[in-house]
C-alpha cells in the first residue's frame, strides 16, 4: 500500500520562500507520475505542478511559474516543491499526489481524477 506524506509547511510572511517534500513508503514510485494541488478555503482543490517519472518534464499552473519549483529524487522515493516569492493568495492546504498508471517517460498529469494515491496535506499559510 502506497503512503504519501507530506512535511515542509508553515507560516510564512509574504515574499518568503519555503520548502515541501512529499515522501512515499509501501512501494518504490520511481515509475509513476507525481504531483502537487493546492486547497484554498471554500475552493477547489487545484493543480500546482506535476513532473514525469523520469524527471524530463515538468508543468506549472499559470499562477505558480517562475516561482515554484517541482523537483524529484528517485532513489529518495520523495518529491519537493520549492516555493519562493510566496504571496497570500498561495494560502492552502498542500497535497501530493502519485498516479498508478504506466506511462512513458515525458508524461506529466495535471489532471486531479487520475492521480491515485493522496497524502493528508501540509498547511501553507502567508501572511501579507
Known amino acids: 500500500q502506497v503512503r504519501l506524506v507530506e512535511s515542509g509547511g508553515g507560516l510564512v510572511q509574504s515574499g518568503a520562500s519555503l520548502k515541501l517534500s512529499c515522501a512515499a513508503s509501501?512501494?518504490?514510485?520511481?515509475?509513476?507520475?507525481m504531483g502537487w494541488f493546492r486547497q484554498a478555503p471554500g475552493k477547489e482543490r487545484e493543480f500546482v505542478a506535476a513532473?514525469?517519472?523520469?524527471?524530463?518534464?515538468?508543468r506549472y499552473a499559470d499562477s505558480v511559474k517562475g516561482r515554484f519549483t517541482i523537483s524529484r529524487d528517485n532513489t529518495k522515493n520523495t518529491m519537493y516543491l520549492q516555493m519562493n516569492s510566496l504571496k497570500p493568495e498561495d494560502t492552502a492546504v498542500y497535497y501530493c499526489?502519485?498516479?498508478?498508471?504506466?506511462?512513458?517517460?515525458?508524461?506529466?498529469?495535471?489532471?486531479?481524477?487520475?492521480?491515485?494515491?493522496w497524502g493528508q496535506g501540509t498547511q501553507v499559510t502567508v501572511s501579507s
Open positions: 499526489a502519485a498516479a498508478d498508471m504506466n506511462s512513458s517517460a515525458g508524461v506529466v498529469i495535471t489532471t486531479r481524477a487520475l492521480y491515485d494515491y
Open positions: 509501501g512501494r518504490t514510485l520511481s515509475r509513476n507520475v
Open positions: 513532473i514525469s517519472w523520469s524527471v524530463t518534464n515538468t
